[in-house]
């Protein structure tokens, strides 16, 4: 009770005297929720995310993840009978969720194309892509039996964007290489640590801010679906913010359990001992970066694979360098295959029409979502989060 009444006096202190500068992260959102309330929700997490000072975070992006919501917004909603039913998007409560996880949506779409004639590699990465005039040739992938050449007519890419211009052969002109190489990502690994399901907590997800540890997240594997997980056990996720090949993506494995399960203890949630195993699962690329200047690099990319690759469509939010939501990356796939039986979709335009916002929105593909610009770069149903 103390800390809430120290939070609302924060509040009451900052509408007197608004922080001067509000064009950074840290003004903005302290304007809106004070200053303490900042400090103990969203300075860290924010931080440990894109591995950036809060105030190198530039305000559009909160104010297009937090549109229209602020500390008095949070609290009447909280109080409000009924809030299943609410519009703004950070305090929903409730959604669909696959009963073996996400994954079971592409083993379904692998089995309807594989149905249709369609043939599905896995283990194939692409290490080139031939071009002939101003079209895509072939694509070549690496087997277990070596390179095999796979011609083509039309191409849709979800590659991270970079590395499909960076695999075009012949390659383009300097000036396009070098942008290239300049997008850039934040990487991201999981630990997940096998506890007892009495050693599990209700909630999908908590937000970790503490300082003191780097986890930023702990997923409860049990709570999206109990069939995830075996019986009389659940899966913790501690989640990681990294760059690859960074300190923390490159230790051992288990290493990274060690921290995983001390930093567990540290928070509060189990004890040390009460760990039964633990896994490692690191994803690269898996945020891309809005730093300074990285619109006009994706700018340049996409002029040159409009005018040199003219048959290549790149989609999703590694093949487009768009943080977008799970959704629209899915939606930009299903658009470049009606554009390949004669529809002309811009791609791009998906989810740019409209900022995302928590409360409704005017897109009319969905809610989005965006990424800070940095001043400088490196069906079961669910139930809320909680933060620690």
Known sequence: MAEAVLC???????????????????????ARFGRRLYRIFF????????????TSIQADWAAQRIKDLSLSKAVAQALRPGRTGTRITTLID???YPRLGPGMMWERARELAERAGARVLLDSPVVRVERAGDQAAAVMVERAEGTVRHPCEQLISSMPLPELVLAMNPPPPPRVVQAARQLSYRDFLTVALVVP???GFPDNWIYVHTPGVRVGRVQNFGSWSPHLVKDG?????????????DELWSLPDDELVGLARRELAAIGLIPDDRVRDGYVVRVPKAYPVYD??????VAVLRDWLARHARNVQAVGRN?????????????TAMLAVENLDGADHDLWAVNVEADYHEEGTTARHGTGRSAPSLSSGPPTR??????A
């Not at 860290?44 to 809060?54: D, F, L, N």
């Not at 056990?233 to 090949?245: A, I, S």
């Open 8 to 30: 609302m006096l924060s509040y009451v202190a900052v509408r007197v005297r608004p922080p001067r500068d509000q064009s950074n992260f840290e003004g903005w959102v302290s």
């Open 43 to 54: 300075k860290t997490y924010t931080e440990k995310v894109w591995g950036a000072p809060a």
């Open 94 to 96: 409730e959604f669909e």
């Open 197 to 199: 399901v009495e050693a």
């Open 233 to 245: 056990c659940t899966c913790l996720g501690m989640e990681y913010f990294v760059n690859e090949g």
């Open 292 to 297: 300074r200047g990285y619109q006009e690099r």
């Open 319 to 331: 093949g487009m360098h768009k943080y977008n939501n799970q959704d629209h990356s899915m939606l």
């Open 382 to 387: 669910s139930v809320g989060d909680r933060s």
